[in-house]
């Protein structure tokens, strides 16, 4: 009998230095993991699936290990093996939609936005205090240029996240993003301009939209003047010379070396002065469109 009961007591006895061990070992990983695994670096899902304890299977946050085991697979562009993983997440503990919002992963980085759509918002709608499930929504959000379901997300949260700049960053920054999409960058009847269409008004730069919707940039403002003069918004003056399609500027006081030059042409349709390949940083051009106000 004394035999017996020593036994369980070792039994017990390795069983509990196990248990700590694998959850010391756990918690010294996770610290690595959290840092790493959305831009992995450290480990490779093979190494970390072999070092990594099988007890305790989630996070001192309730959060299943293999959500953090999953994003590895997907970094790596495992996604046939990911679903069992996800599947095991979700059992672990299905409160916390991180089944959703790694279903909704999996179809993003397959292109298959409607079904990313479905899952990412169920994730999101679930458990919208999860940065991470706000952000994939977001992102499915972006592909799809839909804004309306981008302010329905945001006007959900809770006031304090809100008041978090990573939700109403990312929100501003998607909004523009996505409404950017929508920026009219074609102009069908583009011809070439004359003098006559460059005066009588200032031109202030805008970004044109579908249904007349036009954003006006005041900072960037153009006045063409008599005597081939242009002067922008800080009253410096510049020599312009008009040739075929391109505008050549010069210094006044050297009317011989252009400093600048670009294709120019003119929309009657949008109104709308066109100004190609405008060089704003060092090999950096742009395409800017201007506006006449009286």
């Known amino acids: 009998m004394k035999n017996i009961?020593?036994?369980?007591?070792?039994?017990?006895?390795?069983?509990?230095?196990?248990?700590?061990?694998?959850?010391?070992?756990?918690?010294?990983?996770?610290?690595?993991?959290?840092?790493?695994?959305?831009?992995?670096?450290?480990?490779?899902?093979?190494?970390?699936?072999?070092?990594?304890?099988?007890?305790?299977?989630?996070?001192?946050?309730?959060?299943?290990?293999?959500?953090?085991?999953?994003?590895?697979?997907?970094?790596?562009?495992?996604?046939?093996?990911?679903?069992k993983i996800v599947e095991n997440a979700n059992k672990v503990n299905p409160y916390l939609h991180v089944g959703d919002h790694l279903y909704g992963k999996i179809y993003f980085y397959q292109n298959k936005f409607d079904s990313a759509y479905y899952f990412?918002?169920?994730?999101?709608?679930?458990?919208?205090?999860?940065?991470?499930?706000?952000?994939?929504?977001?992102?499915?959000?972006?592909?799809?240029?839909?804004?309306?379901?981008?302010?329905?997300?945001?006007?959900?949260?809770?006031?304090?996240?809100?008041?978090?700049?990573?939700?109403?960053?990312?929100?501003?920054?998607?909004?523009?993003?996505?409404?950017?999409?929508?920026?009219?960058?074609?102009?069908?009847?583009?011809?070439?301009?004359?003098?006559?269409?460059?005066?009588?008004?200032?031109?202030?730069?805008?970004?044109?939209?579908?249904?007349n919707q036009v954003i006006l940039d005041t900072t960037t403002v153009y006045t063409f003047l008599p005597n081939n003069i242009l002067a922008n918004k800080n009253g410096d003056e510049f020599i312009y010379k008009l040739k075929n399609d391109s505008l050549f500027f010069y210094f006044k006081s050297n009317i011989n070396k252009p400093i600048s030059s670009f294709r120019a042409v003119y929309s009657e349709s949008y109104k709308t002065l066109i100004f190609e390949n405008i060089e704003i940083e060092k090999d950096q051009f742009q395409t800017q469109h201007f506006k006449k106000l009286n």
């Open 5 to 83: 009961l020593v036994t369980i007591f070792l039994f017990f006895l390795f069983f509990t230095i196990y248990i700590n061990y694998s959850v010391f070992k756990s918690l010294r990983l996770q610290r690595v993991i959290l840092s790493d695994y959305k831009n992995p670096i450290v480990y490779s899902y093979d190494k970390l699936d072999s070092i990594l304890p099988m007890i305790p299977n989630i996070t001192i946050t309730g959060m299943p290990l293999d959500v953090y085991r999953a994003n590895y697979l997907l970094s790596e562009g495992r996604l046939s093996e990911t679903y």
């Open 120 to 211: 990412s918002k169920k994730a999101f709608y679930g458990w919208p205090k999860n940065l991470d499930h706000y952000n994939s929504y977001v992102d499915v959000l972006e592909k799809l240029n839909d804004t309306t379901s981008l302010i329905d997300a945001y006007n959900y949260l809770d006031p304090s996240l809100k008041a978090n700049s990573n939700y109403f960053k990312r929100f501003f920054s998607s909004f523009n993003m996505i409404k950017l999409s929508y920026l009219i960058t074609i102009y069908p009847d583009a011809k070439n301009i004359v003098k006559s269409d460059l005066f009588n008004g200032k031109w202030t730069r805008v970004f044109n939209f579908p249904n």
